[in-house]
């Protein structure tokens, strides 16, 4: 394995293949849904369990993320990878298992009039705020009294 979170990820992953009647056979295959952005890294993934297990054919189709769950429901796929956890509830209803299999990082780019290049720096609180809808315009006083120099107080500048 190229590092140890590969390594990890795969103990987990091939939990499933493992309980899989498919696993049996010379080549394991699996059909995937999941956002596009992290196709490239479950074929790696896949590379490196093909490498040190047995071959492993991942079909991994790029999908929205509201149609993950309902896939594995259906039987569409294995197993799918999305960005936006399911609540307990939707996991309960639908029978389903989840654990995280990566982090990602998520960068907000703006172009706000009035505010300098790499002035703007937002902590976890608002990010956190924005993320989950509380903080909806960029004038936002919880950015403004972190941000006081760097942001105007005049108008509203909506987010997105």
């Known amino acids: ?51 040190i297990e047995k071959p492993l054919s991942l079909k991994y ?21 999305s960005d936006v956890a399911l609540t307990g509830k939707e996991l309960e209803e639908r029978k389903l298992i989840q654990f995280p299999s990566m982090v990602t990082a998520i960068v907000p780019v703006v172009n706000l009039p009035g505010v300098e290049s790499n002035k703007l720096i937002l902590n976890g609180v608002v990010l956190a705020k924005i993320m989950t809808g509380e903080i909806v315009v960029w004038n936002d006083e919880s950015i403004r009294a972190k941000e006081q120099k760097a942001m105007s107080s005049e108008g509203t500048v909506p987010l997105g």
Do not use: C, I, Q
């Not at 499933?16 to 999941?34: D, H, I, K, Q, R």
């Not at 189709?61 to 990878?81: H, L, M, N, Q, Y």
């Open 61 to 81: 189709s790029d999908r929205k993320t509201d149609e993950f769950a309902k896939s594995v429901s259906s039987g569409a796929a294995d197993f799918s990878v």
């Open 1 to 51: 394995m190229k590092n140890s979170f590969s390594k990890m990820f795969w103990m987990v992953a091939a939990s499933f293949f493992l309980v899989n009647p498919a696993f049996s056979e010379s080549v394991v295959t699996g059909n995937v849904m999941g956002a596009p952005y992290m196709h490239g890294l479950y074929m790696a993934l896949a590379d490196d369990f093909s490498s």
